[in-house]
């Protein structure tokens, strides 16, 4: 495995039983594997390599990639959860269901103050800003993408970072900024605007405008 | 005036001719009479009492309120100039306009690193976000409103909101999360397919969608 640059390796005391701080040193591990080579070059057996631990251990706790970096992160959800919800059903039900899995996930009791330091934090710092962009890419819009896809379709990419942009926005003004529209508005008002917008995106590709009146 | 909590009363020399730190001298009570006071509620008749100088001076070297609130900020630019832009042309170019004005604002050569920092502040820090929010509130937001507000709409503010977290998503995944997508389409592809989510919101209201396929 290559080296983990900047973190001095851990103190080799060979394969440890499963014990209480177990998992704590699975995490603490996984951060350095994280941070020293990214969210995609990473897996679950280098992880465990450098916890000296089984890589069973690691399954056992976390199941997979995306919950062992929900948990580094401090996210308070791992969307794979929302991510299933929104691809199971209609195709023309895509936007409508993923504005509301944002708004459920974002407006659960006591979870709106984490969401809001992750993406503060996203917005900070350069090494968070890339692991969770691109955690955000494998895990939640490259598997929409992946599963509305035309081989065809060039534009997928484009649209589906648009359609991101949307969400992000909107929990910048609404849960960071305060921006009081937004802040006040329902949620099943904000879902019936943002469900079309969405859809176009993600599903109808929209065909663009005339370009009109400029 | 009321006082300017939290911070010292700046030595009292009576009012000063005009030289060479005045600019300087007025930002830095500009500085203390935003944080104390929000935008919205600073005078530049208040600003100059607290840099005793004259209120002629503050409008000779700065214009209005928000020229100097982008230079207390920092900001690259003051967005009046830009939103003059918008707002002359016909009702069905709008979103058209929007979109070409913000990536002309946030590409402009040596510029983005401004404008990131300054989304990262208003990320980051409650004070700089809540002077931000109120300013785009008033001078971005409040005057696309104003413009095209049918009095008996009471969704436009809403809409709005939508319209600036669209945008805001934009900048946030563009320029600060470098979401390759977002960063590698040509600026002409993502005009073409903003364009006509802006105008949506901003101008034609959009009739929220059949609740279809949840």
Chains 1, 2 share one sequence.
């Not at 251990?57 to 996210?75: D, P, Q």
């Amino acid at each position: 495995m290559p080296g983990v640059d900047g973190h001095p390796p851990r103190p080799r005391r060979g394969r440890r039983p499963a014990g209480a701080d177990t998992r704590g040193t699975i995490v603490d591990a996984a951060r350095d594997v994280f941070a020293a080579q990214g969210y995609d070059a990473t897996s679950l057996r280098a992880v465990a390599r450098h916890a000296h631990v089984d890589p069973a251990l690691v399954h056992h706790y976390f199941g997979g990639k995306s919950a062992l970096f929900a948990e580094v992160m401090r996210l308070p959800l791992d969307p794979r959860a929302t991510v299933d919800q929104v691809l199971d059903g209609p195709p023309e039900g895509v936007g409508r269901r993923l504005a509301q899995g944002f708004f459920e996930a974002w407006d659960e009791p006591g979870r709106t103050p984490q969401m809001i330091a992750v993406l503060r934090a996203a917005a900070s710092h350069d090494a968070a800003a890339a692991m969770l962009r691109d955690f955000l890419a494998a895990e939640v819009f490259g598997r929409v993408a992946a599963h509305y896809s035309d081989p065809g379709d060039a534009t997928l990419p484009t649209r589906v970072g648009l359609a991101a942009a949307q969400m992000v926005g909107v929990a910048m003004l609404r849960y960071v900024l305060g921006h009081q529209p937004l802040v006040e508005a329902p949620v099943a008002d904000l879902v019936d605007r943002l469900a079309p917008v969405l859809q176009g995106y993600l599903v109808d590709g929209v065909a663009p405008g005339p370009r009109a009146g400029v």
